[in-house]
Nanobody, 125 residues
């Protein structure tokens, strides 16, 4: 098993930046493909970005392309999401997730086995 703890959320003005972190503990971090998802009030959880076990492959939602960057640091057992040019519609709770079966990337929530508790991101206009 792996435990995931997100941090780095907060309140930011439109056009600003935030970097989310997801600290992993337990089983070897490199054993998991990782992803970021988000959920706004009244909406379903949606895919944001994913990264393969090796870090060599990434995938983004159309809404995140060109603005967000997913990365992972094996030495620190940490997943990151750098978010630039934030918009009010990016406001949501952001979750990191770990996939024990995938070597590549997946945008499907059902692919992921473990989830963090989430961190709130609020973008003001």
């Amino acid at each position: 098993q792996v435990q995931l703890v997100e941090s780095g959320g907060g309140l930011v003005q439109a056009g600003g930046s935030l970097r989310l972190s997801c600290a992993a503990s337990g089983r070897t971090f490199s054993s998991y493909a990782m992803g970021w998802f988000r959920q706004a009030p009244g909406r379903e959880r949606e895919f944001v970005a994913a990264i393969s076990r090796s870090g060599g492959s990434t995938q983004y939602a159309d809404s995140a392309k060109g603005r967000f960057t997913i990365s992972r640091d094996k030495a620190k057992n940490t997943l990151y999401l750098q978010m630039n040019s934030l918009k009010p519609e990016d406001t949501a709770v952001y979750y990191c997730a770990a996939d024990a079966r995938q070597f590549g990337t997946s945008r499907a929530t059902e692919s992921y086995d473990y989830w963090g508790q989430g961190t709130q991101v609020t973008v003001s206009s």
